[in-house]
């Protein structure tokens, strides 16, 4: 089976004023159907830079990168992913229904028809009674939910998550991670996430990408032992701590906490 | 309210409490000082008077009536121009020519007629301007060189030039309001239409949306807010617009006109009233728009519109 992601040799460099920056160096890469994969990395190694690539926010200098078989203008003029942006970049101005509902709006989907997926994907992320409900009366979990449930509403078999839990605490983290993973479960989708935090790479992942900045490139592909039914406290065990420890010294190696 | 329980139901508390209070003292003082100007200003004229008339026995208490009370003062009192505003418009028919309120209906007309071209030019320019960067490059600097000619120049030529080609009557007037109000219109909806953030433009990008559908999903929602301000700046200096066009014109009807016949035959009170009631016409036009904003508002989710975009927490 051909994967759904595949970059050859995928390099992107950003000309600025002090001078071209390598956001990302030949970076080989193949991410499978039905994978969770994580991207891990200091801020600049090109995990971001990586997942814009694939869709169509940014191009690439050099190398090759396939999605879906596809060029990535292809893929995204065929809707066939969906992303979650750092922010939930609700537009305030729509209910939460409204909100889902807008890809589908573009896409000239039928109303009887848009207030089933509404209904579904905003079910899915455990939103349902919230669709009335403008942005700005949810809170910030609720919200990044709710962006969450637009990414799904184009019902794309690839999501693309730039560290979407970034801004939200610890303990509303750790419930969406779970919701996360029982959504992916449920869905079958393959999943992109970006991150910056271990402990989430290591329990969402079927496969962690340790990266490293200047030029932004791969240290390092963990395919983790974990089982796919993953209880929260499964990050106390020896096997995820293991896993942990290998993504921290992938860290260690790329110069990552270099001063 | 927060705290309306704990308010006293007193007239006292409630004027303490409330805006009346400090508004009527800023009144009181701008009519004082009012009155003390005109008996200052007014003095000169009435010491001439008593001097033909031959009369030396005046006293402070009359001559301080007298002033505020000459037929053609250099600064009408208060009451002056209150009973001229009473008279010219509860007292007379709304439809004759010496009612104040028809004057100002036509004016008014001028400028709502300016206002409406001036909105629609000033977004459809800045629709423009967003869109096409040769479009920005090159109509920006006429748009603001435009601001910098002084209206009362251009006025007549602008009325000239429309009467030689045949265009007369309510147009040429409420062109003059257009040439003011659209400039913020398109100023402040250039600012609008490029307010929203990167990542909603990248969200509206993934989702392969046209320009079109990303202009009227997101930009035209985001710049609203914008919309209003401008509309309220826009819309008073439509008034003024079409005062100043009625200047130069010999207008024989409207505010300008009302104005223009007033310093003709030194008529100061007449001059102050039609003052006075284009005060009041720019403060409801601009109450008005506040109004439709507020509705607006309502139904755009309750909520300062734009002013959440990023997470609550």
Known sequence: MSPVISAKKLSLTFKTNDGPVHALSEVDLDINKGEFISFIGPSGCGKTTFLRVVADLEQPTDGSITVNGKSPAEARQNRDYGYVFQAPALLPWRTVQKNVALPLEIIGMSKVEQEKRTKRTLAMVNLDGFEKKFPWQLSGGMQQRASIARALAFDADLLLMDEPFGALDEIVRDHLNEQLLKLWSDTKKTICFVTHSIPEAVYLSTKIVVMSPRPGRVIDVIKSTLPAKRPLDIRETPEFLKIAHRVREGLRTGNAYEE | ?313
Not at chain 2, 95 to 108: C, D, E, G, K, V
Not at chain 2, 277 to 282: D, I, K, Q, R, V
């Open chain 2, 1 to 313: 309210m927060k705290n309306s329980a704990e308010m006293k139901d007193g007239v006292f508390n409630r004027l303490y409490q409330g805006k009346a209070l400090p508004v009527l003292m800023i009144v009181s003082i701008i009519i004082v000082a009012w009155y003390g100007f005109a008996v200052w200003l007014n003095a000169p004229w009435q010491v001439g008077v008593y001097e033909r008339a031959e009369i030396s026995d005046w006293t402070a208490s009359q001559f301080v009536v007298d002033t505020l009370n000459q037929k053609r003062p250099v600064l009408p009192s208060a009451h002056q121009v209150f009973v001229e505003i009473w008279n010219t418009t509860v007292l007379k028919n709304p439809t004759s020519r010496r009612s104040l309120l028809y004057h100002a209906w036509i004016t008014l007309s001028a400028t709502g007629l300016g206002f409406a071209i001036g909105s629609i030019l000033g977004i459809l320019l800045a629709v423009g301007i967003t869109h096409s960067r040769a479009m920005d490059k090159s109509t920006m600097p006429w748009i603001v060189a435009s601001q910098t000619i002084p209206i009362l120049a251009i006025a007549p030529m602008i009325i000239v030039v429309l009467n030689a080609i045949g265009i007369s009557g309510v147009l040429p007037k409420a062109l003059i309001s257009t040439y003011l109000s659209f400039f913020p219109i398109a100023v402040g909806m250039v600012k609008g239409f490029r307010s929203p953030e990167q990542i909603q433009l990248d969200l509206m990008y993934t989702y392969g949306a046209s320009k079109t559908q990303t202009f009227w999903k997101l930009r035209w929602f985001a710049a609203l807010p914008y919309l209003f301000t401008s509309m309220k700046i826009a819309i008073a200096i439509s008034l003024v617009g079409a005062i100043v066009g009625e200047l130069p014109t010999g207008a024989v009807a409207g505010l300008g006109a009302r104005l223009l016949s007033g310093s003709y035959y030194g008529q100061t009170v007449q001059i102050w009233s039609a003052l006075f009631m284009a005060a009041a016409l720019a403060a409801t036009l601009v109450a008005l728009v506040s109004l439709v904003e507020r509705i607006v508002t309502r139904n755009l989710g309750a909520q300062i519109i734009g002013a959440q975009t990023k997470g609550a927490n």
